[in-house]
């Protein structure tokens, strides 16, 4: 394969938030990007917006091509890449790795010059998001070499991880695929259980819910279509999740049904020490911070005066919520500090005039 | 019974958050509370800091108990209370219901005189919330009366409901069971039930954990204690909910094993109705805000500088959130405001420098 000096020429195939993001980080550090798109427009747009040029490879120059398709095309894509660049390496952008590799495998097409990735971004905020150069900074961006993949190949794609300011993690295929079976997938699919059988629920009962059945069922609204290709995509190590927590929920009935208190116990604090293991805010370990919970008038301007008093009290806010009840004009604000800070900013809101609850 | 003019002169049983709460609340308009605790220095706290009297009571003269003590304890404590103060009508504030009428439903106790109530709130804001008169304002209380229950005794619980200024629901014992079973309890356990799953995942899995997987677990952090007896107050409604979700988890399996994309497509869009059907902010129909997504550093005082802006910008948050990614010293504040405002605001936040997503 081709192994010019510098930067490869690099065609991204597919100019939606990941490609065109893609785009503009490779441009904004001197790499030559062509983009792709079957809607050539969307190509079109991006390039105006800086992510690269509409107009074509010549495919003998090309050292890179990054499929960022939807989940369904990217086997495809791919295949019909490493036929239409031979000295290029292909990667893809899948958040599902093995399902791409089992199409090809008997394809002829040369797998050394395939390796698959995944960055982990954009998704949750795919709605509002628009291509964003800085998307994959100090992001993980797992890179999925498989056995047939050449070293240069791999080492062509961790470049590109590289060039977007990404936090490398190479895992095997079938390792990534069940690491987000575990820990992306199946959560999605039992909020999708929880917020399904709301539709079983009267509305008079509905009336009663607070914020924790809004928090298990936020992100059941996300993009059926899109979830579908991703389900079916991985649906092997899904399964494998699923069938497995069909068996703790039967455990779990079976705790309820039974009168002794401890089996129940074990399942709940079972729960308690799952939400343990979550890293924390940017991958260390939980802080335990301290919550100040402040009410909010909801009118215009009231955060804003809030946030004031917290920056008059030189207090670093490490997380904040807002929770507003379905029956209840004043909503919660709480601000999660440090520990050794929390009483000192209490004291403050209230000489500021606010309620500390 | 009794029926004085004016307030009933009123012993509350267990001075923790609800109940020293309900004691500023009555105490406020101007009514005669009597602490009572297990615990003798909770009772005289809470009546130092204005929730009532740690006194004890002249037992014929008290119109009204209020018992808010663990939910193991209510009934006792309810059977107890009736026999003590012979002219009062008895409530709690458990937030279970059938459970305590039967355990008192045989005893040779006056029932005409109990009823009992629900107040929905405080329960997510129990650790960093002390006691608040204001805690009811405008949220919901379920008063829910039996078969034995006098018209006096309900009207006298409706006059505590009034007095606390929540809005009152009526429900039957059993629908409000029903009800929190789905609203409430169920969702707890679909969040222990995914948070128990994360005690079997590989730490290096749980480094590709993002913001989905946090929401759906958070509540499973909930006081297994408490939660416990919830559960087993409610045991009969909650094996109903749960058994329903066994059966449309064996459903999911099976969609998820099929290739055919039609069933699958199905449950997701299910998921989606679902979280349509919970009501929005304050009761509401959920408004479809616009979310304007701002990167904001990790660092002291940037929230302030940021809602200063926006506060210039004239635009009212509807509501905020805050994503931090394990991986990413940036994070990103999602500001929802009504769609006609979304375009402006990021106007303005880009002209103050910020980064719009």
Redesign the interface.
């Known amino acids: 394969m081709s192994t010019p000096a510098g930067p490869p020429v690099t065609v991204i195939v597919g100019a939606g938030l990941v490609g065109a993001s893609i785009g503009h980080a490779l441009s904004g550090v001197g790499w030559r990007v062509h983009l792709v798109d079957a809607v050539p427009s969307h190509a079109a747009v991006a390039a105006g917006l800086g992510a690269g040029t509409a107009e074509p490879a010549d495919p003998a120059e090309v050292g890179l091509v990054v499929v960022a398709v939807p989940p369904r095309a990217i086997a495809d894509v791919v295949g019909e890449s490493l036929q239409t660049y031979p000295g290029a390496t292909v990667t893809d952008v899948g958040s599902v790795k093995a399902g791409v590799l089992d199409a090809l495998w008997d394809r002829p097409v040369d797998l050394t010059r395939y390796v698959g990735s995944h960055p982990?971004?954009g998704?949750?905020?795919s709605?509002?998001?628009?291509a964003?150069g800085?998307?994959f900074?100090?992001?993980?961006w797992?890179v999925t070499p498989h056995r047939k993949s050449s070293d240069a190949a791999t080492a062509r794609v961790v470049e590109l991880v590289r060039a977007c300011r990404a936090?490398l993690?190479t895992l095997d295929v079938d390792d990534h695929d069940?690491?987000?079976a575990?820990?992306?997938h199946?959560?999605?699919?039992?909020?999708?259980?929880?917020?399904?059988?709301?539709?079983?629920?009267?509305?008079?009962?509905?009336?009663?819910?607070?914020?924790?059945?809004?928090?298990?069922?936020?992100?059941?609204?996300?993009d059926?279509?899109l979830?579908?290709q991703i389900?079916?995509a991985n649906?092997t190590a899904?399964?494998r999740?699923?069938?497995?927590?069909?068996v703790?929920?039967?455990r779990?009935?079976t705790a309820?049904?039974t009168?002794a208190?401890t089996a129940?116990?074990l399942?709940?604090?079972?729960?308690?020490?799952?939400?343990?293991?979550?890293?924390?805010?940017?991958?260390a370990a939980p802080v335990p911070y301290?919550?100040?919970?402040v009410?909010i008038p909801?009118?215009?301007?009231a955060?804003?005066?809030?946030?004031?008093d917290?920056?008059?009290a030189?207090?670093?806010?490490e997380?904040?919520?807002?929770?507003?009840?379905?029956?209840?004009?004043?909503?919660?604000l709480?601000l999660s500090v440090r520990p050794e800070r929390a009483e000192g900013l209490a004291v403050a809101m209230r000489d500021g005039g606010w309620?500390v609850?």
Do not use: C
């Open positions: 982990m971004a998704s949750h905020h709605g509002p998001v628009t964003d800085e998307l900074v100090d992001r993980t797992v936090r993690v069940a690491a987000v575990r820990v992306s199946l959560p999605h699919l039992v909020s999708v259980l929880m917020a399904g059988h709301l539709t079983n629920v009267p509305d008079e009962d509905l009336v009663l819910a607070g914020q924790g059945l809004r928090d298990v069922t936020r992100i059941a609204g996300g059926p279509g979830w579908q389900v079916r649906s899904v399964l999740e699923l069938r497995q927590v069909a703790s929920l039967d779990l009935i309820v049904e009168p208190d129940l116990g399942e709940l604090e079972r729960g308690v020490e799952g939400t343990h293991r979550i890293p924390g805010k940017h991958g301290e919550q100040v919970v009410a909801d009118e215009p301007g955060l804003a005066r809030l946030f004031g917290v920056e008059a030189g207090v670093n806010v997380d904040v919520a807002i929770e507003h009840d379905a029956s209840r004009q004043v909503g919660y709480t309620t609850v």
